[in-house]
């Protein structure tokens, strides 16, 4: 083993030499963490910056958290049952945060939320009004139609016409429709 020089400290574990010491009262970060840079700067930035978002063909600026909402809310109607239990809690949370915050008196007192199976969604779409229960079969209703159709500006072969008039509560508005269209 090497002998001990104690003249300069001694190299070895825990003793590097004498040159690359940290020197006594000077910081090893003089300049420390740039300002602005933690992550939640950075997120807070993210989540409060404007962008622009077409909603039926036109632009318009909106906060980044409220577009992304507004997505998973179209997602869940389009019948995506995550984007519909995500939905739920984000409605359930602000619904808690609305009944414990002592407002206005004008405030919402009572929100019921029901849950429907999403295996039967013809429920939900009879309560929000694109389908009615006709005999024994559900019926598409005509506003739907016509959305659907000036939305896509798809051409309709004979059957399809068929199908779609079989499946609407008014038969025939679909000729109606397609002519105005």
């Given amino acids: 083993m090497g002998e ?3 003249s300069i400290g001694g190299i070895g574990y825990k003793r590097p030499p004498a040159h690359s010491r940290f020197v ?15 992550v939640g700067s950075t997120l807070a930035n993210l989540i409060n910056q404007t962008i622009t978002v077409t909603l039926e063909g036109i632009p318009r600026k ?6 992304l909402a507004m997505s998973l809310a179209h ?3 389009a019948g995506n049952t995550a984007a519909a239990r ?19 008196p004008d405030r919402i007192e009572r929100m019921v939320i029901s849950w429907v ?13 694109v389908i009615k229960r006709l005999e024994e079969t559900w019926r598409i209703q005509t506003w739907v139609i016509e959305a659907a159709l ?4 798809i051409a309709l072969n004979d059957g399809d016409r ?19 269209g």
């Fill in 4 to 6: 001990f020089n104690r």
């Fill in 24 to 38: 006594k009262g000077k910081s090893g970060n003089p300049n420390g963490r740039p300002k602005g840079t933690h």
């Fill in 62 to 67: 909106m906060p980044l958290t409220e577009a």
């Fill in 75 to 77: 997602r869940a109607l």
């Fill in 86 to 104: 995500e939905f739920m809690k984000i409605v359930e949370k602000v619904a808690a945060e609305q009944k414990n915050a002592e407002e206005k």
């Fill in 117 to 129: 199976d999403p295996k039967e969604c013809n429920t939900s779409l009879e309560k929000l009004g």
């Fill in 150 to 153: 000036n939305r896509n500006r």
């Fill in 162 to 180: 068929t199908l779609l008039g079989n499946s609407m509560v008014d038969r025939d508005a679909l000729e109606a429709i397609l002519q105005s």
